[in-house]
Every structure is written in C-alpha cells, then in structure tokens.
C-alpha cells in the first residue's frame, strides 16, 4: 500500500503528536493575522466568526493528506484546490499565488520550530524529506515557483516574509476573536506560545518579547510529557470544543 508519506518519514514522527500540532497552530495563527492576503480569509465571514475552528481545519486537512494512501492524499488536496477556487469565483478575482506559498511556508517552517523546540534538531536530511512533503503539495496545487529544495526554500522563505507581513487592522481584529473565543488565560498562552515558534519579524511586528520564565515552563511540561501528565495539563488548558478533536491526535495514526 503506497501512502503520501513514507511510514518511516520524520515528517510522520511530526505530525503524528498533539503537542507538535498545538505549535504549529500557535505559529500560524499569529503569522495568518499578519499576511497581506488575510482579506481572503475574511471574505466569507467564517474566519472572524470562528478563527480557531477554521485554522485547526487547514492544520487537520495538511494532517490527513500526511497520514493518507497516495490516493486519498490526492484527493485531499484536489478538495482544498476546489473550495478555494469556488471562493475565487464568487469574489470575482483570483487568491495571489504567493499567498497559496505562504500558508504552505508556514506548515514547513511550523513544523520545524515546533518539533526542534518540543523534541530535538532535525538532520539536514529530515529538513529535506520534510520539506519534499510539501514540496508535492504545493505541486499537487499547480503552485508556481517552488524552491526545487529546502536551502533553496529558506532563501524563498525569507523572502516571503519580508514581502508579505503586514500589521493592519485584520491583524488586530482577528487578535480580538482569538482573545474572544479562547477566554483570557487560554488567549495568554497562546501568545506565550507563538513567543517560541515564531520568526523574529512576526514577533517584532506584533510587539511580542520572550519572556525570561518561559523557558522553566517549557522545561516543565517537557517533563510532564515523560510522566503521563501532559494529558490533564491539556485537558485543563484546552477550549472545551477542541478536547476530543485534540485526544484524537495522538491515537489516530496507530489504528
């Protein structure tokens, strides 16, 4: 059975952890508010009226193209190609290419930060694999203009953030319904969160500072981690109507 993603690959050992995912949606939520592009997210209203549903969605659908049989994988790309196509049709006008690359540079760099920050530094080869992954996403998209490998990519990526960040007023008000929809003490993690996954222009344009005691806590709940404690600290931090969604994460590639 041939399947997206070799069985072996790191890119399966990524993906295959809630705490992994839970970075990588922090990463990205803050990096989403500050994309150019951002306006597209806003066009049919679901994004501001559910910022985290619709962000835990892009990060699930990359999740299952990565668990996937080549096929389905397929598939699962062709449906996200086809939805973002209809909402181009019903604006009248086509999402930037560049703004299809940036969601995909976010996954890749998401996924790096995330999983050298909870577990260890990738080999240059595991950044190349990973970065393969998505490489045939995006190909699989009909994206243009894909570095051909990871070095030339970080290159590519650099760009892309000079280019495309912006602080605007969909910056501020998507901020407001994370802080809305996720209560003050869970809206402060995240923050705490994005502190340590993000690059420095994002955390420089939306005025966020390492703070010195993050990293004893960081420490701590790596700890947790190897006691079997880790689950109730997520039980307890969690959004109540993203509890089950996340205990699925770490059960769904072993059946």
């Not at 690359?101 to 930060?113: C, N, T």
């Amino acid at each position: 059975m041939e399947f997206f993603v070799a069985r072996d690959s790191i890119v399966r050992k990524i993906w295959g952890k809630s705490d992994t995912i839970l970075f990588v949606f922090a990463g990205a939520s803050a990096e989403f508010a500050l994309n150019k592009a951002v306006d597209w997210l806003y066009f049919t209203g679901k994004l501001p009226a559910d910022p985290l549903g619709r962000l835990f969605s892009t990060v699930m659908y990359a999740r299952i193209i990565v668990f996937s049989k080549n096929d389905d994988a397929l598939k699962a790309i062709d449906k996200i190609t086809a939805i973002h196509g209809a909402v181009e049709k019903n604006r009248g006008a086509q999402i930037p290419d560049w703004a299809y690359r940036d969601v995909l540079y976010m996954l890749i760099h998401y996924s790096i930060a995330s999983y050298e920050l909870l577990e260890r530094k990738l080999t240059p080869a595991e950044k190349e694999d990973l970065y393969d992954v998505f490489y045939r996403m995006g190909s699989r998209m009909n994206l243009k203009e894909l570095p051909s490998d990871y070095e030339k990519w970080l290159v590519s990526r650099e760009e892309h953030l000079n280019q495309d960040l912006i602080k605007s007023n969909y910056t501020d008000d998507l901020f407001k319904q994370y802080h809305k929809h996720l209560g003050s003490l869970r809206y402060f993690l995240l923050k705490e969160s994005q502190k340590l996954v993000c690059p420095q222009l994002v955390k420089k344009l939306l005025r966020i500072n390492t703070t010195p005691w993050i990293a004893p806590v960081l420490s701590l709940y790596k700890l947790s981690r190897k006691v079997k404690l880790d689950a109730l600290i997520k039980s307890v931090i969690l959004p109540p109507a993203y509890k089950a969604q996340i205990r699925e994460l770490d059960t769904w590639p072993s059946r």
